[in-house]
């Protein structure tokens, strides 16, 4: 198992301290893309994209978040040995 630099656990903690959750995922979806070339990160641009648009967080893209989240956080969880460090980042 890997485990996850506190560097990049250390740039989750600060997007999620200035309440960019999205971001906060899309770091994450990145490393687990750059290692393993499985992920969500055009699903979270789409995301991004169609929440600028509207100018809030609708409620379907809320629930697309929640469940990109969930599938995130399963392939960190398999991946990385330090996860607890990931989730309390979030």
């Known amino acids: 198992m890997q485990k996850l ?47 600028e648009k509207a100018g809030y967080l609708t409620d379907t893209l809320n629930s697309d978040r929640a469940l990109a989240r969930r599938v995130i956080m399963q392939q960190a969880a398999n991946t990385y040995s330090n996860f607890d460090d990931i989730r309390a980042a979030f």
Do not use: M
């Not at 656990?9 to 893309?33: K, M, P, Q, R, Y």
């Open 5 to 51: 630099s506190n560097a990049v656990i250390n740039e989750i903690a600060t997007e999620t301290d200035v309440n960019n959750h999205l971001g906060a995922l899309w770091v994450l979806a990145l490393e687990l893309t750059c290692r393993y070339g499985e992920c969500l990160v055009e699903e979270l641009e789409r995301i991004a994209e169609e929440h």
